[in-house]
């Protein structure tokens, strides 16, 4: 999930006014946003570009020559080279730099064992733990969409004191783990069989596609708290 702009500090207490700046850009104008915007959710064409790009080229050169060091270096190299621009353009580099770590990973792995399959391993990884913690935070009665979006729309601070916001970003923290679990269900027997095309494929369609599906559900279920919430404290004194 491509992290929003950092945002002017919301007001301290619960009640905060409706009339907080919104952020320009990232998920929390999504969160904040009248319409649902597909390209903000999903980063727009530039973190399309650098989610997919380097999936698609191993998949493609992997393919076309057989060659696990071909494929796992130049998708290194083109994480590589965004991570530069970004730096170059003075944006922040934090989530291509994640992204290099694990493709990184993924190509020592796949050049050490010399199996195209091991270049997805880590990312299989990070989909395990990702569930895990979804799960650990049903547990304690504390769903993480609900502390993430807590964070990004200064509305809804006070999710945790409101029994309706609590079942609401509950049943979203479901959608993610129910998007998690399936990622596994597909792609582990996928890695574990050495279905090295397969496996690409599955990442990309399970990836920013399924992502922006769950975050339209996810924003119609914030969007209807809302609703039901009414006018923040701050308004209704007006």
Excluded: C
């Amino acid at each position: 999930m491509r992290p929003a702009p950092r945002e002017q500090s919301p007001t301290e207490h619960a009640g905060t006014s409706r009339e907080d700046p919104a952020p320009s850009s990232g998920l929390g104008a999504v969160l904040q946003g009248e319409e649902f915007s597909v390209a903000e959710a999903i980063g727009g064409p530039r973190g399309v570009a650098e989610s997919v790009v380097p999936t698609l080229l191993f998949i493609v050169l992997y393919v076309a020559t057989g060659s696990v060091l071909l494929s796992s270096s130049t998708a290194v190299a083109a994480v590589a080279v965004a991570l530069i621009l970004r730096i170059v353009q003075r944006q922040s580099p934090a989530t291509v730099l994640g992204g290099l770590i694990g493709v990184a990973l993924g190509a020592v792995l796949a050049i050490r064992s010399g199996e195209g399959s091991d270049f997805y391993a880590p990312g299989i990884v990070i989909n395990a733990i990702s569930l895990l913690v979804l799960l650990v935070s049903l547990l304690a009665r504390r769903p993480l969409v609900g502390l993430f979006i807590g964070l990004l729309d200064p509305r809804v601070q006070d999710w945790a004191t409101d029994p309706d916001a609590r079942r609401v970003y509950g049943r979203a923290t479901w959608l993610f783990i129910a998007l998690y679990a399936s990622k596994l269900a597909v792609q582990v027997p996928l890695l574990l069989t050495g279905r090295v095309a397969a496996l690409g494929v599955a990442k990309l369609a399970m990836g920013l596609p399924a992502f922006a599906v769950i975050a339209y559900l996810v924003w119609l279920m914030h969007r209807a708290l809302l609703a039901r919430r009414g006018p923040a404290p701050a308004d209704r004194s007006d």
